[in-house]
């Protein structure tokens, strides 16, 4: 229990910083925002009030038809993270000709991960209802996370490829299916989290899954490293780097996708001189010449899956 009363602290001291600062974060997020970008703030996919169940639409200006629309899930250890903070990156993904839509979700240990993922497909079936009135073709729908927003991504992809997962988590399916998944320094294989100690995995499984995780039919299907196989998932392009403290996790998926004969693209950095590409570097250095390289081939990969005349357009 030290474990998870240690994570508990800093979890509410996090999230007590974040709400109290709330404001401030946003006021930062939208300052030297790139141009020639619209952004709408706030609008409710579950309409209960709660900032959580909210969401942001990046698209260009002037933009007056359907756009290649990219769903991007923040990261955060799944207990903490905000839309704005990533405001400025999901302009810049929006400057490559794609609406953005940018959710909140509620955190661990408040909301376990499994109804995480029942909010984010609450998101996906918004954009099935509204995504035309935000310039969002639901043709053609990428989703990108980074780090526990990876994982989230591709479980989505996994669970609605896999016959009989859905039924299982008790989500009903979209109209529409990812085209592409394009995951940053992705947390997709949850059995290192064991190599820590049986307490700590023990902890942290308890904080994020539930005080039975091991006992729920769920559990297993969270592993997306695990889960791949028997999946319909689209085409994916992953993001890391040497210096990633995950990057071994992009390096083996990319592995399995090859055993697996599924299509990807890998971009997997190594060290630069005079700079640090850490953890999601291409999110907290958008302009970074690294980081437009990885923007332009991961929105050149999804191109290639996109209907042929959005493609055309673009």
Not at 35 to 54: A, F, K, L, Q
Not at 58 to 72: A, H, N, Q, S, V
Not at 209 to 232: I, N, R, T
């Amino acid at each position: 229990m030290f474990v998870v009363n240690q994570i508990h602290k800093q979890y509410f001291k996090m999230n007590e910083k974040m709400s109290g600062g709330a404001e401030n974060v946003i006021n930062h997020a939208n300052e030297g925002l790139p141009e020639g970008i619209t952004t709408v703030c706030d609008i409710p996919y579950i309409p209960d009030g709660r900032r959580v169940h909210t969401l942001d639409v990046c698209c260009p200006e002037g933009t007056d038809k359907p756009l290649p629309t990219i769903i991007f899930l923040h990261g955060g250890g799944w207990m903490y993270g905000l839309k704005e903070l990533n405001r400025f990156y999901c302009s810049v993904l929006a400057g490559f000709g794609f609406s953005v839509v940018v959710p909140n979700f509620p955190y661990a240990p408040g909301t376990k991960v499994a109804a995480q993922l029942q909010d984010l497909f609450a998101v996906y079936h918004w954009l099935d209802k509204h995504g035309k009135e935000y310039c969002c073709d639901t043709d053609n729908v990428f989703i990108t996370g980074e780090s526990a927003g990876g994982h989230l991504a591709m479980t989505s992809c996994i669970i609605m490829g896999k016959p009989g997962l859905p039924e299982e988590f008790g989500l009903r399916l979209p109209e529409f299916r990812f085209k592409g998944a394009g995951l940053s320094c992705a947390a997709l294989d949850l059995s290192y989290f064991q190599t820590f100690g049986y307490s700590f995995f023990k902890d942290f499984g308890r904080l994020l899954f539930g005080w039975d995780y091991k006992k729920s039919p769920l559990f297993p299907y969270l592993d997306p490293m695990s889960q791949v196989e028997g999946s319909d998932i689209p085409p994916v392009y992953l993001l890391s780097s040497r210096e990633d403290v995950i990057g071994f996790m992009s390096l083996a998926f990319a592995k399995r996708l090859e055993e697996l004969g599924k299509p990807y693209q890998a971009r997997h950095w190594d060290k630069v001189p005079g700079k640090k590409l850490i953890h999601v570097f291409n999110l907290f250095y958008p302009l970074w010449e690294e980081s437009m390289i990885s923007h332009t081939e991961m929105t050149d990969y999804f191109k290639k899956y996109m209907d042929i005349r959005q493609a055309v357009d673009l």
